[in-house]
């Protein structure tokens, strides 16, 4: 055995045809699936489970412990589905009892350099962090969603499906879906209109998700009776369902 070979635990299982760089790590009850790429200086740290086509770059660490002090040592997991992109120096961590014991990615997301996903957080699919955008603890992020650089969004909170989130942005709010957030304080600057587009939606469906945002933000009427009147325009573009349940389930108030 070489110095520069990885490092791999005899209890780790790993798929066919998977390339692990040198001086790489893979830690205890990590399960890597077919076809994924590690780079060099990678640390799967234990009880992680990669499902396929995935690529980690190198200097990230995944499936590390959580930085929380509420966090004992118990075992705790981290899961992440088929292909996606870990970019150089990312982290992403494992659950902890509190938060349910395990952390959740889906497929197809880039995480760009420096990223980080803390504890119990739930990734969708098809989510984009841009570099050194970071999410707290028990986050919940939306299919779609954008994260932009340095852009932050504190525990407990909800990034809905297709919204944006500006730069340098510190979310302290949940994010209803189909929204741009951005400043700081934060605040609703109007539909993901381009995002929305390059995903397919067409000109009617965006039209009526502006109106409905247009009654929720600035028709001057309280949540309630906002949502009234929108719900009334799902018939037509049930599209708009998703933003009624993404401002119904928030429980911390959503971003203004």
């Not at 489970?49 to 190198?58: A, V």
């Not at 004992?72 to 494992?94: F, P, Q, T, Y």
Request: charged share 20%; hydrophobic share 40%; net charge negative.
């Amino acid at each position: 055995m070489s110095a520069t070979d990885p490092i791999i635990d005899p209890s780790a299982k790993i798929g066919s045809n998977v390339e692990i760089g040198p001086w790489t790590i893979i830690g205890p009850n990590v399960v890597i699936g077919d076809n994924c790429r590690i780079a060099s200086h990678v640390v799967i740290r234990s009880n992680t489970t990669l499902g396929k086509n995935n690529q980690i770059f190198q200097f990230s660490t995944v499936g590390e412990d959580p930085s929380d002090l509420k966090y004992k040592g118990e075992a705790s997991l981290l899961e992440i589905g088929d292909d996606n992109v870990i970019r150089e120096g990312a982290n992403i961590h494992r659950g902890t009892e509190v938060g349910g014991g395990i952390t959740r990615i889906g497929s197809n997301n880039l995480f760009m350099p420096y990223t980080h996903v803390a504890h119990d957080c739930i990734i969708g699919n098809h989510t984009i962090f841009s570099n050194n955008a970071a999410v707290s603890g028990h986050v919940e992020v939306g299919d779609w969603a954008i994260l932009a650089g340095y852009s932050g969004v504190y525990q407990f909170l909800k990034v809905g499906a297709h919204s944006f989130i500006g730069g340098l942005t510190h979310v302290n709010m949940d994010v209803p879906a189909y929204i741009i957030v951005n400043g700081n304080p934060p605040a609703a600057r109007g539909v993901n209109s381009i995002g929305l587009e390059r995903r397919g939606f067409n000109k009617d469906v965006i039209r009526a998700i502006r109106q409905a945002y247009k009654i929720l933000y600035r028709d001057g009427k309280t949540t309630d009776q906002a949502l009234s009147e929108i719900q009334d325009m799902i018939a037509e573009h049930p599209e708009i369902q998703l933003l009624v349940d993404s401002v119904l389930s928030s429980t911390k108030g959503i971003t203004r």
